[in-house]
């Protein structure tokens, strides 16, 4: 069965504090990662696909990276509306649909 | 921008009602999803549609079923409406292949008393 696991569960940053949200996912058929942003109450705001090791992809302080096992979403000098819950979730050959995991909530005091 | 529209935002509905959750895109996408969202467990697809009239069964359909009649519409039906279906609805929607990005819906919180 695909598999996709997050961690930390949560995060806990001081402002300007950077760090990496950890996303491993089954290797075999990978297809496209997929990085979303969900605030509370809202649906998940997609940020970034990668399709294959090695690529990387940059919006604002947020940067997504994928290795041959696992993506990163590495936060540079967080801001408080930065918090949210990151999903990580990738397809497969086998089907269309997002296999989730089950996010990191991030939370940026000032 | 991609759009995706759901007909409600919060429902407050009692045990055994019929429910309509309604979804409508403008991208003229191909794949539509259902997926609801509850704490601990993450998102689980409920149904997913490849076409107009096709659908497939995702990893928790039971207690719902789906219509999509026109390209742009997918509608999940909560034949008989149980507390354990209270939660968030997302509906989403992407281009054919699995490659594609899939754009959410605000979602629908789901009461059932």
């Known amino acids: 069965e695909d598999q996709v696991t997050q961690s930390p569960e949560a995060l806990r940053l001081q402002e300007g504090e950077s760090s990496s949200l950890n996303c491993s996912y089954t290797v075999s058929g990978l297809r496209g990662l997929f990085w979303y942003r969900q605030d509370p109450g809202k649906g998940p705001e997609f940020l970034f696909t990668l399709y294959s090791a090695g690529e990387e992809k940059e919006k604002e302080r947020l940067k997504a990276t994928l290795t041959k096992k696992e993506s990163f979403l590495h936060i540079t000098a967080p801001k408080p509306e930065d918090s949210a819950t990151y999903l990580c979730?990738?397809?497969?050959?086998?089907?269309?649909?997002?296999?989730f995991g089950k996010g990191t909530t991030l939370s940026v005091s000032s | 921008d991609v759009k995706v529209t759901q007909s409600s935002r919060y429902l407050v509905k009692r045990t055994g009602e019929k429910v309509f959750l309604e979804c409508v895109q403008d991208?003229?996408?191909?794949?539509m999803f259902w997926y609801r969202q509850d704490p601990g467990l993450g998102l689980r697809l409920i149904y997913f549609s490849y076409d107009v009239k096709m659908k497939e069964k995702g990893d928790i359909p039971e207690g719902y079923s789906v219509s999509r009649e026109k390209k742009e519409r997918f509608s999940l039906i909560l034949e008989s409406a149980s507390t354990n279906q209270t939660s968030m609805y997302l509906c989403?929607?992407?281009?054919?292949?699995?490659?594609?990005?899939?754009?959410f819906g605000p979602g629908t919180r789901l009461l059932v008393l």
């Open positions: 991208m003229d996408h191909e794949n």
């Open positions: 989403a929607s992407s281009f054919g292949d699995s490659q594609e990005t899939q754009y």
């Open positions: 979730a990738a397809t497969y050959q086998a089907g269309t649909a997002l296999i």
